[in-house]
């Protein structure tokens, strides 16, 4: 199993600019504190390794460009409004994460686990979503745009007024989907699977 180094995290934050991450740090600080016997500070050498448990903590407008949350516990986190482009989210625990309005452009959630998570207003261009669990999750109003979505099916997911515009959308599964609203225009949907999906007023 690969071991995040929160050390690096921090690091990366501070060499961005300290003044346009404190609230990032000050988030990450206490959602730490909260599930460590000693404080968050005493981790923080260059040598400290273990693996990220944010799981529901209060992370919103969070600004995490960029850095690697492999296999990181954020489930039940709330992370409306963050800015994570480009993160490595491999193998991470999103469920029922709250994901309003988050920017996930160029992130990588292979096989991570978003079920029962909500994405709405969600920013999915160039992701990669491959193998991922999106059971129960809500992506309304989200931009799903050059995704790669292979292995990854839509059953029970709440899609409606999503933008799947151009989106390759082949031999994809949408079992009890919604995708009423939703713009479909130049999408390629060969084999598609679309029972029981709701398919009022789309584009």
């Not at 686990?113 to 994405?119: D, G, K, R, T, W």
Request: proline residues 0%; charged residues 20%; glycine residues 6%.
């Amino acid at each position: 199993m690969k071991i995040n180094n929160l050390s690096f995290i921090f690091l990366g934050l501070i060499l961005l600019g300290f003044a346009e991450h404190q609230e990032t740090l000050k988030k990450i600080s206490i959602c730490e504190n909260s599930k460590n016997e000693k404080p968050f500070e005493a981790y923080m050498t260059i040598s400290s390794q273990f693996n990220v448990d944010w799981s529901e903590c209060d992370l919103t407008g969070v600004v995490l460009r960029y850095i690697s949350l492999e296999e990181a516990n954020l489930s039940g986190a709330d992370l409306s409004g963050a800015d994570l482009t480009g993160v490595n989210l491999i193998g991470a625990d999103l469920t029922n994460a709250k994901l309003f309005g988050v920017d996930l452009r160029q992130a990588d959630l292979y096989q991570a686990n978003l079920e029962n998570a909500i994405l709405d207003g969600a920013d999915l261009r160039d992701t990669i979503m491959e193998d991922v669990n999106l059971n129960h999750a809500s992506l309304r109003h989200a931009y799903i745009y050059k995704t790669i979505l292979a292995e990854t099916n839509f059953t029970n997911v709440d899609a409606s007024y999503s933008n799947f515009c151009g989106q390759d959308l082949t031999e994809k599964i949408f079992h009890n989907a919604n995708l009423s609203g939703s713009n479909l225009a130049h999408t390629k949907m060969q084999y598609t699977y679309l029972g029981n999906a709701i398919l009022i007023c789309i584009r």
